[in-house]
C-alpha cells in the first residue's frame, strides 16, 4: 500500500481545469482547486463515461464541487458525494504534491476496490 | 408486548403507502402496532409514472417510499408475500408462506388487476399486461426480439402503454373494440382527432376490432383473428382492456361485494365488516370504483381519520376529470363529457388545421359548466375544471371559453384567471391542497415552484396540477410587490442582464475581476459559462484564453459536442448550406479515414460524430486545411442560415436568398450570445427555408426582403413575428445587427428570442420601437458593438491549431497515450454508433 505513483509535473495542472490520468486500473480525474489538489473517479456513474476530469469547478452551498459535464449533477471534491443524490458517490484516492510532481496512490481512500469494479 | 392494538394493511401499492404516511402523520402509531403486506417484491411505487421506466427511471428512482421509512418508524413491512385467506371469526390472516396473524383493524388496498379477455390464446408467450415493473421488464426483453407490438384497448392507459412499445422500436398498433379511442373519456369528434393525431405519429389504430383467437403468426410471433374476417400479424400482444377491482381476498372473506365486484364501502371507508375498512382502487363506492390516484389518496386520509379517532373526513366521491399527454398530444377530458345531463347545451370549436378539438358541455340555463373535452390544446383545462368544481358562472356565450383567444374574447375571460377562484377551491386533488394554503405558504415564504411543493406537496402527486400551481405562485408574487428573483444562482444577486450591463459598462474582462467586484464565492457550472458568454459578447477574446478556459462548458472546451459516451462531434461551417464537391468529398475522407459516423443535420450541414478527444486536432486540422471554419454546433451563438435555392435557379424566386444568406451567416458566425441564434433567408414566399420557425428569419418579396424575428421549433415552437417588409439589404442588415445585440444586451441566461420577445414588457411593438425610431437612442451603440464583434471574429479551431500548448489539452490521459477503454463502437448500417451498456458487457466477456 500507500505506493505514490506520478502522473504529472505540478505546473501541468493549471488552476480550476481538470486532467485525467490513469493510475494502476483506474481513470482518475485530478483537480487543483484553491491552492489544494483533489483526485476523484473519472467515471461518472450516471452517464457510465469516463469524463469528470472534464467538469467545471466551483462550490455550491459550501462545498467545493466538480458538475459532471454530461448531467451536470455535482460532487464534493473532498469526499466524492454527489449533492442531488445521497446515495451515489465518487471514489476519492489520496494525491499530493511532491518534489514538483503530481502524485496519486492507486487505490482509492473510502471504499474498497471490489464494490468499485461491481 | 405492547399494550398496542394490531392494524394490519393489505398492499403496499400507491394507496397503501399513502395511507400509511398520513397515519404516521396523524400519530396512529402510538395507537396500533402496525404490519404492511405487499405481494409485490418491491415496497411502493409510483404506478403513475411507471412508463418512465423505459426512458431510463430505474425502479429505485420510482419508489415511493424514502429510504428506511418503515424501519424507522417499527413498522413491519413485509414483502414478496401475499395474503390469500381471512377468518374474520378469530380475525385471523393466513398469507401464502404459511404464516399467521391476528389483527383488531384490518386496511385493504389490493387495488387492481388489468382485465384480460378470454379469448382463445391469451395465454400463450409473449402476451402481456402493463401494471408493475415486473411487467415492463418482460416486455423490454421481449421487445428485444420482436418487430411488432399490437396493445388490446384504445383507452388512456393503453395508448400510453402503445407510447411505450413505439419507443421500444416497435411497429405498433392499437386494437380497440369501441368504434373510437378514449371511448370513456371523450366523444366521437375528440376520439376522431385524437386517432388523427396518434396515427400521425406512426401507430396504426383499428377500431370496432373484436379479437376472436391468437394463433400462430406468419412471420411473426402471433396472429391474431377479428370477428370480421380480418387479421393482425404481430410479435407481442399486450392487453389493456380495463381493470378490475383484486377483491378476491374480500370475496372469500364475505364481505359485501358489488355485483360487478368492488369491496362495497361507506363513506368512512369501511366495509361491511366495521373493523376492516377498504381504499384505492379494489374499493367500491356508490357502485363506483375510481381508477385513479387521487381518489385513492383521500380514501387512505378518511380511513386514517376513522381509525384513529382524530378526523372526521368523510369521502363523497371524487371527481374523475383527468388531462394528460398521450404520444405528445394533450387531452383532457372534465366531469359530464359527453353531456348525459338532461336538457344540457354543447358547443364545439374544431381547428382541423391546428388539430385542436374542444367541447364545452354546460347546463340548461347555461349557468353552470358540466364538463369539456380538449384535445390538442388542454391550456384551458385548469379553468374549465375549476369553473364546473366551483359552480362559477360562465361568461353570457360560453362559447368563448373554448374559442381561441382574439383580443375581444381575451378581457371577455380575463377575470377567469387564479385570481378570480375563491380560497376555498382545490388546487391539487392529489393531496388535497386549496387555493388557500398555497397563499399561506407563499405568505409564509415559499416563494418558488420547488418550496412550494415542499411545503404543501401540491404537484407532486399526477402532475396535472402544476400550471394552476405556478399561477396562483406568480399571481401571488405580484400581490405581494415581490419582484420575481432573477438571480443567475448563489454566486451573483443579479440577473444575466444585470450582469452584462455590469460587465460592459464596468470594463470588465476576465471572470475573477466580475466575481471579485459583484460576486461571491467561487462560482459554478452555471454562472462561469454565463459570464464566459457575456465576455465574449461585449469584448470577443479567444475563449481558450487561460483565463476563460476554466469557465467554458466541456463543448465549448473541447470546440465540439459532447455525447452520451463521452466522444464529441464535428459540425464543420457550410454557410447557407453551399458546399462545392471538393469539400463534399474531403468532409467524406475526413470521416472515411477516423471513422466518424456521418449524418446530415437539420441544419443544412454534416456532423460526424465519434472522435475522442484525442483525434480531434487532427481532423480539425485537415479540415482547416480544406477550407473549412468551425461551425459552432456546440457553442451558444449563431448556428446556421438556413437558405433555399432562391432566384438564381428557382423559377418562383424573387431575390438571391443563398447568397443574402452567405453574406449574414459570414456576419454573425461566432458571436456569443444568451442561447443559440437560428437564421433563415427564403426566396420567395413558398418559404423553403422555414425562416417563420428561425430567432432572425427574411423572406423575399417583388419589393424587397420581409425580416421575422422571434421564431422557434424545438420544445415549443412559436411562429416568428413579421418584423418590417420591404426592406434593403443595407437597412435589412441593420436592423439585424441591432436585434442581436439589443437580445444580447437583455436576456435571461438560456433564452432563446422567442421566449424574451413574449417577456419583453410593450412586446413587438416596443422592440419596433427601440429598433426602427431609435426611442433609447441606443442604435449608435449597438450598431458599433455589432461591428466590433464582426471584426474581432477568428476560427477558434484555426486559433486553437496555432497553439501548441492548447493542442496539449487534446489527450484523455495526461499519463498515458492509451484511448480511453470504455469508448466502445459496434456497427450499425456501415457505420459506427456507441455500444449499449449491454453490448459493452458482452464485448468485454468475449475479450
Ligand atoms: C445535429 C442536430 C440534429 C440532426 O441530426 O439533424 C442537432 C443536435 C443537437 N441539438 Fe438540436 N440539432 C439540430 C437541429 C435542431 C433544430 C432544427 C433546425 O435548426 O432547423 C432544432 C429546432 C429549431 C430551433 O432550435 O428552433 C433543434 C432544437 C434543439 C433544442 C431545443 C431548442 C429550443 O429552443 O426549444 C436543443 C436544446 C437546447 O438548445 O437547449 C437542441 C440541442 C441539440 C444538441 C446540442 C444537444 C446536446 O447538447 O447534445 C444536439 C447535439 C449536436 C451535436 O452533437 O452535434 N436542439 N435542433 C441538428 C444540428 C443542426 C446544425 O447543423 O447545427
Ligand atoms: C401505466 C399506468 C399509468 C397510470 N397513470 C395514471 C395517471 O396518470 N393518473 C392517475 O390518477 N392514475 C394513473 N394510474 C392508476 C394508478 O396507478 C392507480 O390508481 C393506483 O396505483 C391505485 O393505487 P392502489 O394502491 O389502490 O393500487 P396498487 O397501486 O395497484 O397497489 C395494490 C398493491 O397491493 C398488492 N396486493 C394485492 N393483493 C394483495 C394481497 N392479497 N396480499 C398482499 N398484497 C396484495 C398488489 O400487488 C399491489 O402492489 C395508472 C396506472 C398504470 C398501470
Ligand atoms: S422559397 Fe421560393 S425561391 Fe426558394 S426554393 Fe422555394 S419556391 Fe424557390
Ligand atoms: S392534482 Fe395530482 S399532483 Fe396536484
Not at chain 2, 36 to 63: I, M, N, T
Request: charged fraction near 20%; charge should be negative.
Amino acid at each position: 500500500m500507500s505506493q505514490w505513483t506520478t502522473i504529472c509535473q505540478d505546473e501541468q495542472l493549471s488552476a480550476n481545469l481538470g486532467i485525467c490520468a490513469l493510475v494502476g486500473a483506474y481513470q482518475v480525474a485530478v483537480f487543483r482547486v484553491k491552492d489544494q489538489v483533489f483526485a476523484l473517479d473519472n467515471f461518472d456513474p450516471f452517464s457510465g463515461v469516463n469524463v469528470i476530469s472534464r467538469g467545471i469547478v466551483g462550490d455550491l452551498r459550501g462545498h467545493l464541487v466538480v458538475a459532471s459535464p454530461i448531467y451536470k449533477q455535482h460532487f464534493d471534491l473532498t469526499t466524492g458525494q454527489c449533492l442531488e443524490d445521497d446515495t451515489v458517490s465518487l471514489n476519492v484516492f489520496p494525491v499530493r504534491v511532491h518534489e514538483g510532481a503530481i502524485q496519486v496512490q492507486p487505490a482509492p481512500l473510502v471504499r474498497p476496490v471490489a464494490e468499485q469494479v461491481a | 408486548m405492547s399494550g398496542k392494538q394490531t392494524l394490519v394493511v393489505v398492499g403496499n401499492g400507491m394507496v397503501g403507502h399513502s395511507f400509511m404516511e398520513k397515519l404516521v402523520a396523524a400519530g396512529g402509531l402510538e395507537q396500533y402496532q402496525v404490519v404492511v403486506f405487499g405481494e409485490e417484491p418491491r415496497p411502493a411505487y409510483d404506478r403513475v409514472h411507471l412508463s418512465e421506466f423505459f426512458s431510463g427511471r430505474s425502479a429505485e428512482d420510482l419508489s415511493m417510499v424514502p429510504e428506511g421509512f418503515y424501519q424507522k418508524h417499527g413498522i413491519d413491512l413485509i414483502l414478496d408475500e401475499a395474503v390469500i385467506a381471512i377468518n374474520r371469526d378469530t380475525r385471523e390472516l393466513t398469507t401464502n408462506k404459511e404464516s399467521s396473524i391476528h389483527y383488531h383493524k384490518l386496511v385493504l388496498a389490493t387495488g387492481s388487476y388489468p382485465f384480460v379477455p378470454p379469448v382463445p390464446g391469451h395465454e400463450r408467450d409473449n402476451c402481456f399486461v402493463y401494471r408493475t415493473i415486473e411487467d415492463l421488464q418482460a416486455i423490454a426483453k421481449a421487445a428485444g426480439s420482436s418487430k411488432v407490438g399490437t396493445v388490446v384497448g384504445g383507452g388512456l392507459l393503453g395508448l400510453e402503454a402503445a407510447k411505450a412499445l413505439k419507443d421500444l422500436g416497435l411497429e405498433t398498433h392499437v386494437v380497440e373494440f369501441a368504434s373510437r379511442l378514449m371511448a370513456v373519456q371523450v366523444d366521437d369528434g375528440g376520439g376522431a382527432m385524437l386517432r388523427q393525431k396518434i396515427e400521425a405519429l406512426g401507430v396504426q389504430i383499428h377500431t370496432g376490432k373484436n379479437t376472436r383467437l391468437i394463433t400462430d403468426g406468419e412471420g411473426t410471433v402471433h396472429q391474431m383473428q377479428f370477428a370480421d374476417g380480418e387479421v393482425l400479424n404481430t410479435d407481442i400482444v399486450l392487453f389493456s382492456a380495463g381493470i378490475r377491482p383484486r377483491d378476491e381476498l374480500a370475496k372469500q372473506a364475505g364481505l359485501v361485494m358489488g355485483e360487478r365486484g368492488g369491496i362495497v364501502i361507506n363513506n368512512d371507508c369501511l366495509t361491511s365488516d366495521a373493523s376492516i375498512y377498504a381504499i384505492g382502487e379494489c374499493a367500491l363506492w356508490d357502485n363506483r370504483i375510481f381508477g385513479l390516484v387521487a381518489p385513492g389518496y383521500q380514501m387512505a386520509q378518511v380511513a386514517v381519520d376513522h381509525i384513529t379517532g382524530k378526523g372526521s373526513s368523510q369521502f363523497t366521491g371524487a371527481d374523475m376529470s383527468t388531462k394528460l399527454k398521450l404520444m405528445g398530444v394533450d387531452v383532457a377530458s372534465i366531469g359530464d363529457a359527453h353531456g348525459n345531463t338532461k336538457g344540457s347545451l354543447s358547443y364545439q370549436f374544431i381547428d382541423e388545421e391546428k388539430q385542436v378539438y374542444k367541447k364545452l358541455v354546460v347546463s340548461k340555463t347555461k349557468k353552470r359548466v358540466l364538463g369539456a373535452v380538449l384535445v390538442g390544446d388542454a391550456d384551458d383545462y385548469g379553468t374549465l375544471l375549476q369553473m364546473m368544481l366551483n359552480g362559477i358562472v360562465p361568461p353570457a356565450n360560453p362559447a368563448e371559453l373554448i374559442l381561441p383567444q382574439s383580443d375581444a374574447s381575451a378581457s371577455a375571460s380575463a377575470g377567469l384567471g387564479v385570481a378570480a377562484l375563491p380560497e376555498t377551491v382545490q388546487i391539487c386533488s392529489c393531496f388535497n391542497v386549496s387555493k388557500g394554503d398555497l397563499v399561506d405558504a407563499v405568505a409564509a415564504g415559499c416563494q418558488d415552484i420547488a418550496a412550494l411543493k415542499g411545503s404543501t406537496n401540491a404537484g407532486t402527486g399526477c402532475g396535472g396540477c402544476a400550471q394552476l400551481v405556478k399561477q396562483v405562485l406568480d399571481h401571488e408574487l405580484t400581490q405581494l410587490g415581490v419582484e420575481v428573483k432573477k438571480d443567475i444562482c448563489e454566486h451573483f444577486p443579479h440577473s444575466r442582464q444585470e450582469l452584462y450591463h455590469l460587465v460592459r459598462v464596468g470594463e470588465l474582462t476576465t471572470f475573477s475581476q466580475v466575481i471579485d467586484k459583484h460576486g461571491r464565492g467561487m462560482g459554478c457550472d452555471i454562472c462561469k459559462p454565463t459570464i464566459g458568454s457575456i465576455l465574449a459578447s461585449c469584448w470577443n477574446d479567444y475563449i481558450l484564453k487561460s483565463d476563460h478556459a476554466p469557465l467554458q462548458d466541456t463543448n465549448d472546451y473541447f470546440l465540439g459536442n459532447i455525447q452520451k459516451d463521452g466522444t464529441y462531434s464535428i459540425v464543420p461551417r457550410v454557410p447557407g448550406g453551399e458546399i462545392t464537391p471538393q469539400k463534399l468529398i474531403v468532409i467524406g475522407e475526413v470521416a472515411r479515414d477516423f471513422n466518424l459516423y456521418t449524418k446530415i443535420t437539420g441544419g443544412q450541414r454534416i456532423d460526424l460524430f465519434g472522435a475522442r478527444v484525442n483525434e480531434l486536432p487532427a481532423i480539425w486540422q485537415r479540415l482547416v486545411d480544406a477550407g473549412f471554419e468551425t461551425g459552432h454546433a456546440y457553442g451558444k451563438s449563431l448556428r446556421t442560415v438556413k437558405s433555399c435555392v432562391g432566384s438564381t435557379w428557382c423559377r418562383y424566386g424573387v431575390l438571391d436568398s443563398t447568397s443574402m444568406a452567405i453574406a449574414i451567416e459570414h456576419r454573425y458566425r461566432g458571436v456569443r450570445s444568451p442561447h443559440k441564434v437560428k437564421m433563415a433567408v427564403s426566396g420567395c414566399t413558398r418559404e423553403c427555408a422555414e425562416a417563420q420557425s428561425k430567432d432572425v428569419g427574411v423572406i423575399a418579396t417583388e419589393k424587397g426582403w420581409n425580416l421575422y424575428v422571434g421564431g422557434n421549433g424545438g420544445m415549443k415552437p412559436r411562429h416568428a413575428d413579421l418584423f418590417a417588409t420591404e426592406l434593403d439589404d443595407e437597412i435589412l442588415v441593420k436592423y439585424i445587427d441591432r436585434f442581436m445585440m439589443f437580445y444580447i444586451r437583455t436576456a435571461d441566461r438560456l433564452q432563446r428570442t422567442s421566449v424574451w420577445l413574449d417577456n419583453l414588457e410593450g412586446g413587438l411593438d416596443y422592440l419596433k420601437s427601440v429598433i426602427i425610431d431609435d426611442s433609447l437612442g441606443i442604435n449608435q451603440a449597438l450598431e458599433d458593438e455589432m461591428t466590433h464583434l464582426v471584426g474581432t471574429y477568428q476560427c477558434e479551431w484555426k486559433t486553437t491549431l496555432e497553439s501548441p500548448e492548447k493542442l496539449k489539452r487534446f489527450s484523455h490521459f495526461i499519463n498515458s497515450d492509451q484511448p480511453d477503454s470504455n469508448v466502445v463502437f459496434v456497427d450499425e448500417r456501415h457505420q459506427i454508433r456507441p455500444a449499449t451498456k449491454q453490448e459493452k458487457i458482452q464485448l468485454k466477456e468475449v475479450i
